[in-house]
Structure formats: structure tokens, C-alpha cells
């Protein structure tokens, strides 16, 4: 069988014993996809969540 492919960048994000809600994170306010995706990185990098 073929070797699978590490994912692009390299990096991994774990939630695993996270306890905030999506509204902590996002707000209770609509927001664009872009913003959303913004505000996890933002939220990844705080809590130390990625590594490569």
C-alpha cells in the first residue's frame, strides 16, 4: 500500500481539554467566515494549541 501524505504545514491543532464556548471564542454577534477564521488562529495561538 501507498505511504499516506503528511498534511500540508505540518501542523496539528488538539481542543482536546478546552472548556471555552464557541461564544467565548466567536462572540454572540454574526461574523464572515474570514473573521472566524481569524479569531481561531487567534485562539489557537493563545492557548498554545498547535504544534508542528
Known amino acids: ?20 464556548s464557541v461564544e467565548k471564542v466567536f462572540g454572540s454577534a454574526p461574523i464572515a467566515p474570514s473573521q472566524m477564521t481569524k479569531k481561531i488562529w487567534d485562539y489557537v495561538k493563545k492557548n498554545k494549541l498547535s504544534k508542528k
Open 1 to 20: 500500500m501507498a505511504e499516506k501524505k503528511k498534511a500540508f504545514g505540518g501542523y496539528t491543532i488538539s481542543f482536546k481539554g478546552c472548556t471555552d
